[in-house]
């Protein structure tokens, strides 16, 4: 069946370090992967999304890195601020491809 | 441009009540989605919409119904709350299947 996971649900870090969140999906025909943020009590914000014709895309202090060959993608968060402090959920299309099935988030907290 | 807006905010029904979620895009984006989030769980799809005058079931559509009443509202109504149905409800649009869903700031749902 379909279904995305986190390897972690936490994840600590220290301001300024780099940090990686990673994530399992099961379906090998998914095509589209998203990354949301979440901070407490707010909606889900969405920070990078990447096709499967890509292994890698950047943004703004993000890089998310697709190896389709173990069905994994990770989001990278360079020089990770306390205002990266958040709840972060990857996401992939669904096989009808309506919608998006989310897994189950990695807490992450930064300590300066 | 407000993006995703629901109403109410905060709701408290006894078990057996009804009541209707409201949710409205701004964005002109053809798809709407209704989510619910549970501690510890990532967002589980209750219902969708395509694009107006359609809509079809998510992974948990039971105990709920949906209308999409224009192009920009689409609401939820639970005909007889249990308190399963306790939980945080989350509207989200997006311009269409495979594009990224913007989230409207959720409804925290209280069944006694």
């Known amino acids: 069946g379909e279904s995305v996971g986190l390897h972690l649900p936490t994840l600590s870090v220290q301001e300024g370090d780099n940090s990686i969140i990673n994530c399992a999906y099961s379906?090998?025909?998914?095509?589209?992967f998203i990354w949301y943020k979440q901070e407490s009590g707010k909606g889900p914000q969405f920070i990078i999304d990447?096709?499967?014709?890509?292994d890698k895309r950047q943004g703004q202090r993000v890089t998310v890195l697709l190896n389709k060959t173990v069905k994994h993608l990770s989001l990278q968060i360079a020089a990770t601020q306390p205002g990266d402090s958040a709840v972060y959920f990857c996401?992939?299309?669904?096989?009808?491809?309506?919608?998006?099935?989310f897994g189950k988030g990695t807490t992450l907290s930064v300590s300066s | 441009n407000a993006g995703v807006t629901q109403t109410p905010k905060f709701q408290v029904l006894k078990t057996g009540q009804s009541m209707t979620l409201q949710c409205a895009q701004d964005?002109?984006?053809?798809?709407m989605y209704w989510y619910r989030q549970d501690p510890g769980m990532g967002l589980r799809l209750i219902y969708y919409?395509?694009?107006?005058?359609?809509?079809d079931k998510g992974e948990v559509p039971n105990g709920y119904n949906v209308s999409r009443l224009n192009k920009r509202e689409f609401s939820l109504r639970l005909e007889s709350a249990a308190p399963s149905q306790t939980s945080v409800y989350f509207c989200?649009?997006?311009?269409?299947?495979?594009?990224?869903?913007?989230f409207g700031p959720g409804t925290r749902l209280t069944v006694t």
């Open positions: 379906n090998s025909a998914s095509d589209y």
């Open positions: 990447i096709r499967s014709n890509m």
């Open positions: 996401a992939e299309k669904n096989q009808a491809g309506t919608a998006l099935i």
């Open positions: 919409s395509a694009s107006e005058g359609t809509t």
């Open positions: 964005m002109n984006h053809n798809s």
């Open positions: 989200a649009s997006s311009r269409d299947a495979t594009y990224e869903q913007y």
